[in-house]
């Protein structure tokens, strides 16, 4: 698959779990994650290239995914990212919590989405 590729499942994966956890269905979401996560787990392979393709997702007209992945890009796109979060923190719905609790992770040192 190539890097695009890639970013493009991540976003519609992320997109679907959003959806499923509105509905209620945790095990459509749960399945949705596990197929992000493999995308994230390819583009983290190529390193800083695989960062670089995931960081599109910062302009991304859905909240959902723009804070899913500036969750994941925190350490390689601190500035961009941490605007990302704390707009969503501001937005309220489904991501919101998220955003709160990875900017707090990150803010007291305990945060570790993106192992160098």
């Given at each position: ?19 499923a ?7 459509t ?35 959902d ?5 500036a ?43 993106d192992?160098?």
């Amino acid at each position: 698959m190539t890097l695009e590729e890639l970013v493009d499942q991540f976003a519609r994966n992320v997109a679907a779990q959003t959806d499923a956890i509105r509905r209620g269905d945790a095990k459509t979401g749960n399945r949705h994650a596990k197929q992000y996560i493999a995308a994230l787990q390819q583009l983290r392979a190529q390193g800083d290239a695989g960062r670089e393709a995931l960081a599109v997702l910062l302009t991304h007209p859905r909240t959902d995914i723009r804070a899913m992945a500036a969750g994941f890009l925190l350490r390689y796109r601190t500035a961009e990212a941490k605007a990302v979060l704390e707009a969503a923190a501001k937005e309220g719905g489904v991501g919101a919590l998220d955003a709160i609790m990875t900017l707090r992770h990150w803010e007291n040192g305990t945060w570790a989405l993106d192992p160098e």
